[in-house]
Antibody, heavy 127, light 110 residues
C-alpha cells in the first residue's frame, strides 16, 4: 500500500522560509502527479500546488504564486514545497496528496482525484 | 473562475438515517471533474467518490455520488456512527489547471 509522509513543518517568523518534503513508499512514484493541500486551523481545505509526474509542469493557487515552488525528485520518491515570504495566512496543516486518473472497465477516462494523502505537517508562522 | 457551493453547512441526523449533501458549481462542468472527500477530526481527508459517481474499492456501498452539469449530490444511506465527519466536494479545473474545494458540510449526530 502506498504511504505518503510529510516532514519539514515547524514554527517560522513572518517573512521567513521553509521547505516541506513528502516521501512516498511506492515503486511508481513518477507515474502520478502530486499535490500540496493545506488546511488553516478550523478552516476547510485549500489546494496549494501541483506537479506533473515528470516534474516538467507545475501549477499554483493564486494565494501562493510567486512565493512557493513545488518540485519532485523521482529518484528519491520525494515531493518538495519550498515556501518563501511566509505570512500568518500560511499557517496550516500541509498535506501532500497523490493524484490518480481513474478509468472504467472499457478503458474510458472517468475522472481524477486525490486517492492517497499523507498525515500532514504543521506550519506555524508567528513572531 | 468557478465557485463551489456546498449545502447545507451543517446536517444533523441520527444513525440509520439517510444523508443527502449538495455541491453546486457556478458553471456547468464535466462529471469527470468532481470528487468527494470525507475528513474526520485530526485526520487527513479520504477519497469517497471520483468522477461524480465512481467509488474506490475500499469505500462502503452506502456512499454514492450522482449529478451532472452544475448540481452534484453525495448520498449516504443508513448512517453509521463512523460517518459523522466533514465532507468536501472538489472540482478539477482545466483552465487554468488546478483544484477547488467546497467549503464543506459537517455531518453531526443528532
Amino acid at each position: 500500500e502506498v504511504q505518503l509522509v510529510e516532514s519539514g513543518g515547524g514554527l517560522v517568523k513572518p517573512g521567513g522560509s521553509l521547505r516541506l518534503s513528502c516521501v512516498a513508499s511506492t515503486v511508481s512514484f513518477s507515474n502520478y502527479a502530486m499535490n500540496w493541500v493545506r488546511q488553516a486551523p478550523g478552516k476547510g481545505l485549500e489546494w496549494v500546488s501541483a506537479v506533473s509526474g515528470s516534474g516538467a509542469s507545475t501549477y499554483y493557487a493564486d494565494s501562493v504564486k510567486g512565493r512557493f515552488t513545488i518540485s519532485r525528485d523521482n529518484s528519491k520518491n520525494t515531493l518538495f514545497l519550498e515556501m518563501n515570504s511566509l505570512g500568518a495566512d500560511d499557517t496550516a496543516v500541509y498535506y501532500c496528496a497523490q493524484d490518480r486518473d481513474f478509468y472504467d472497465s472499457s478503458g474510458r477516462y472517468v475522472g481524477n482525484a486525490f486517492d492517497m494523502w499523507g498525515p500532514g505537517t504543521v506550519v506555524t508562522v508567528s513572531a | 473562475e468557478i465557485v463551489l457551493l456546498q449545502s447545507p453547512g451543517t446536517l444533523s441526523l441520527s444513525p440509520g438515517e439517510r444523508a443527502t449533501l449538495s455541491c453546486r458549481t457556478s458553471q456547468s462542468v464535466s462529471s469527470t471533474q468532481l470528487a468527494w472527500y470525507q475528513q474526520k477530526p485530526g485526520q487527513a481527508p479520504r477519497l469517497l467518490i471520483y468522477g461524480a459517481s465512481g467509488r474506490p474499492t475500499d469505500i462502503p456501498d452506502r456512499f454514492s455520488g450522482s449529478g451532472s452539469g452544475t448540481d452534484f449530490t453525495l448520498t449516504i444511506t443508513r448512517l453509521e456512527p463512523e460517518d459523522f465527519a466533514v465532507y468536501y466536494c472538489q472540482l478539477y479545473g482545466r483552465s487554468p489547471p488546478g483544484f477547488i474545494f467546497g467549503q464543506g458540510t459537517k455531518l453531526d449526530i443528532k
